[in-house]
Structures are given as structure tokens and as C-alpha cells.
């Protein structure tokens, strides 16, 4: 695949891995401000900031879950897109394009009615309180109203970056992390509205964002071209799409699931301040795994591409690359967090001295097997790009389903402090998941790339 900006197929690896990591990666830092943006300004409301920063942590599994179904759809297709088209069949990518459209506007629409309906008994589910759910469910009404932006916007975000456009990609994330960053201080304090200014902002960011998107995606730089008449959906392009994309979905969506479970054992153990605390740790572990996750989409391009051009060398020279500096990056930023877990602490609540001392305590346990995390996402991305769903989808279900909830609500059995147990359960799956995952991971690519080895005279066949 060649465009103005990169050849997947020729560049050297070190360059090009470069030119589309650091884009994404500050992409990632950007859409991590998006997210935590909100957190920060409604933290710092004076008086009630402490319980207003607990109602907006209850909504996460809520938010989460909406960017988990943009993750099914963009990270499912866009993988299986670039594969084709380093294979040469134009077409066919071009109709996993189209049918990813009608889907992420099909689910938009289903989830915006059901979390209106039932936002909030779950709400009360999750944990909330009389004193909290004043302030989150007026959030989570505002922001579901945006689920069409935050579909398209994240969801088709991913075909512009399997094309090598990392720049593009990353002004998708700018545009609307800019506006927010703006908008929230107006809004929350300038206008009066709280947490309901704050969704207002978040869901107008993200409609700006929705819209580039879009006007990228029907222009005359992009490959892939949103075209009505590949957008009628298509079991045989949808599916794969979706069996690819049920890993990131699960990797996604188990967060909300983990997020509700830590809320509601924290607040049976710890109350809303507990809650809160959580809050905030979630947001610094946004910190660690949005930068990874820029990584790990600048790789994705480069390995999908030619291992669908059956460049095999190439898949495994951009493998090692991005292993050390998955590995490294964790290692480094993980120790800054358990060294100063004040300084991250402070960005969001000063106000409270309850809820900062619970956090800071709380950040080394929580934190601690981060160091190792990298090793996790490079050996998992690294599936997902070569279109390996079922094993990406077996690691993904095991950190987070099979070790990470049970633990939730097994460990505080075996402490007297019931909120370490809580807290503990997050680095006792890390590391676990981890030694698994690089086991798998190092037993299975050889074989992965041994089964695509007629690939070369394969492609070959079909331009001729």
C-alpha cells in the first residue's frame, strides 16, 4: 500500500514505527486529557467536588461500555482492512468500510434508548448513593444524548490510521480534546452548570470530532471511501469484522464490568470516599495505558500489512521494536507513579484530605503491576493485528474476567483491612495475566507465521 505520506511495505521499520507511533501516541495523550478532563475541573468544585468526582466515577462503566462497541466495529474492521489491502483487493476493504458505518449507526441508536431508560437503576446498581447520584445521573443523561459521536468518531478514527494517515488520525483527537479543554471551565464554572456542563462540553467535542472524521473518510486523500453503495451490511464482511473485533470489545467492555465490580465492593468496605479514590486511580491508569495504546496502534499498520503481503521478516523486526518499548515505557512510567503517587493524586482533589489520603495509599497498591504491563499489550495488539481473534479474545477474557472480578470479591476475605483486598486485586492479575500471555504469545507467533508462508505466491496470483 502506497500513499503520500507512507509505504508500509519498503520504509525502514525504526522510521516508520516513529512516524506512526509518536502521532498516535500523542493522540493518545490527548484523548487521555479528553477523558480525564472532566475529572479534573469537577474535582477542584469547591464544597462538593469530592462526592461530584464520586458520581461521575459511577458513570464510567456506563461510558466505557458506549466506547467499547466503537472499539468492536473500528478495531475489528480496520486490521481486517489493512490485511486486504495488502493484498491487493481494494474492494473488499473498501466494503468492510461501508458495512463498519451502517453498524456503528445502527448501535448508536440502540444504546442512546436503552441507558436513557435505565440509567438509573444502574446507576444504584453500581453503587451509588443518594449523596452521589445527584451528581451522575444528570451527567450520564446529558452525555448518552453524544453516543452517535462517540461511535463515529472513535470507531472510524481506526480506518484512518490503518492507512498509515497517523497525523489525521491524531488531528481527530486534537480537535475535540482542545474543545473540551476549552468548553468545560466555561460551562461548569462560568455558566453554573456542574457536571451537566461538563457532559454538554464532552458531547459538542465529540460531534466536532465526529464530523472531521467523516469529511476525511469522503475525501480525496483517503483509500478507503465512505460510499452508500457499500453500505448495505454484508454477513460475510461483517461478521469477520465483528469476531476480529469481539477482543478489543471484551478488553473494552470488561472494564466497565471490573469498574462496577470495584465500585460496589469499595462501597460496601469503604463508602463514597473509597468509591472516589477509585475514581481517581482509574484516571492515572489512563496515564499508563493510553500512551501503550498509541504504541501499539502506530505497530498495528506495519504488522497487519505485511504480514497480509507476506513480508514475514518485516512483522517480526516490528514485533521486537515494539515489545522494548511497550516493556520500557510501563517500567519507567509505572515507577514514577509508585515513587509520587501525591503529585497524580493532587491533579484531581485537593479539597477532600479524606479522600486524598485513601488515594495515595490506595495508588502503590493499585499501580504496582504496571511495571510489567507493557509486555501484556505488545503480545495482545500483536494478535489482534495479525487477525488472530481467538486468541487475542482468550487473553483478554483471562486478565480481566477470569482473574481480575473474582479476586474483587475473594481477597478482602483474607485481610482485616477489606479495602486492601479490594485494591489488591488488580496487580495480582496483572502480573499473573502477564506471564501467560507472553508464554502463549512466544509459543505461537512462529507457528502463526510458519502457516502463512504460500502467502507471497498467493498474493501474487491474485494481481496477476
Not at 441508536?109 to 445527584?134: M, V
Not at 470530532?209 to 460475510?236: C, D, H, N, P
Not at 466497565?256 to 465500585?263: G, K, R
Not at 497480509?308 to 518499548?325: E, H, Q, S
Amino acid at each position: 500500500m502506497q500513499n503520500k505520506t507512507t509505504d508500509l511495505g519498503k520504509e525502514p521499520l525504526g522510521r516508520l514505527l516513529l512516524k506512526l507511533s509518536i502521532p498516535s501516541i500523542l493522540a493518545q495523550l490527548v484523548n487521555m486529557l479528553y477523558n480525564i478532563v472532566d475529572r479534573i475541573y469537577i474535582g477542584h468544585i469547591p464544597e462538593e467536588g469530592a462526592l461530584a468526582l464520586t458520581g461521575l466515577g459511577l458513570c464510567f462503566p456506563i461510558l466505557m461500555l458506549i466506547m467499547a462497541f466503537s472499539g468492536l466495529i473500528g478495531m475489528g474492521g480496520a486490521p481486517r482492512a489493512a490485511i486486504f489491502m495488502g493484498k491487493g483487493e481494494e474492494e473488499k476493504a473498501q466494503r468492510i468500510l461501508g458495512n463498519c458505518v451502517t453498524v456503528l449507526l445502527m448501535v448508536s441508536a440502540a444504546l442512546t434508548i436503552l441507558f436513557q431508560i435505565f440509567g438509573e437503576p444502574l446507576l444504584y446498581l453500581f453503587g451509588a448513593s443518594d449523596s452521589t447520584i445527584q451528581y451522575a445521573l444528570p451527567y450520564l443523561r446529558i452525555y448518552v444524548c453524544g453516543t452517535i459521536f462517540v461511535q463515529c468518531s472513535l470507531g472510524l478514527n481506526s480506518f484512518i490510521t490503518t492507512q498509515g494517515f497517523a497525523t489525521a488520525s491524531m488531528a481527530t483527537v486534537l480537535i475535540g480534546a482542545v474543545l473540551n479543554i476549552i468548553l468545560d471551565p466555561i460551562f461548569i464554572y462560568g455558566c453554573g452548570m456542574g457536571v451537566q456542563g461538563a457532559a454538554l462540553a464532552t458531547i459538542l467535542s465529540q460531534a466536532v470530532s465526529a464530523m472531521w472524521v467523516l469529511r476525511f473518510l469522503s475525501g480525496k486523500r483517503t483509500k478507503l471511501r465512505i460510499q452508500r453503495r457499500y453500505m448495505r451490511v454484508q454477513k460475510e464482511f461483517i461478521l469477520p469484522v465483528l469476531a476480529l473485533g469481539i477482543s478489543p470489545f471484551i478488553m473494552q467492555s470488561t472494564e466497565s464490568l471490573i469498574n462496577i465490580s470495584f465500585n460496589a465492593s469499595l462501597s460496601k468496605y469503604g463508602g463514597d470516599m473509597a468509591v472516589g479514590a477509585m475514581t481517581i486511580l482509574t484516571s492515572v491508569m489512563q496515564l499508563i495505558w493510553m500512551p501503550l495504546s498509541g504504541l501499539t496502534q502506530g505497530a498495528q499498520p506495519i504488522i497487519s500489512f505485511n504480514f497480509g503481503a507476506g513480508n514475514d521478516a518485516r512483522v517480526k523486526k516490528t514485533f521486537r521494536m515494539l515489545f522494548i518499548c511497550a516493556l520500557g515505557y510501563s517500567a519507567v512510567f509505572g515507577g514514577i507513579v509508585l515513587l509520587f503517587p501525591e503529585v497524580f493524586v493532587s491533579i484531581f482533589n485537593k479539597n477532600s484530605r479524606e479522600l486524598f489520603e485513601i488515594s495515595v495509599w490506595a495508588m502503590r497498591i493499585y499501580i504496582s503491576g504496571t511495571l510489567i504491563l507493557g509486555i501484556q499489550s505488545a503480545c495482545q495488539q500483536t494478535f489482534l493485528a495479525l487477525g488472530q481473534a481467538k486468541a487475542s479474545l482468550f487473553l483478554a477474557c483471562l486478565r480481566k474476567i477470569v482473574l481480575m472480578i473474582p479476586l474483587i470479591f475473594i481477597l478482602p476475605h483474607f485481610f482485616e483491612n477489606k479495602v486492601f483486598g479490594v485494591f489488591l486485586a488488580e496487580p495480582v492479575s496483572d502480573i499473573i495475566a502477564v506471564i501467560v500471555t507472553a508464554t502463549t504469545f512466544f509459543i505461537a507467533f512462529p507457528k502463526i507465521l510458519e502457516q502463512g508462508t504460500k502467502r507471497p505466491e498467493e498474493n501474487e496470483k491474485r494481481r496477476t
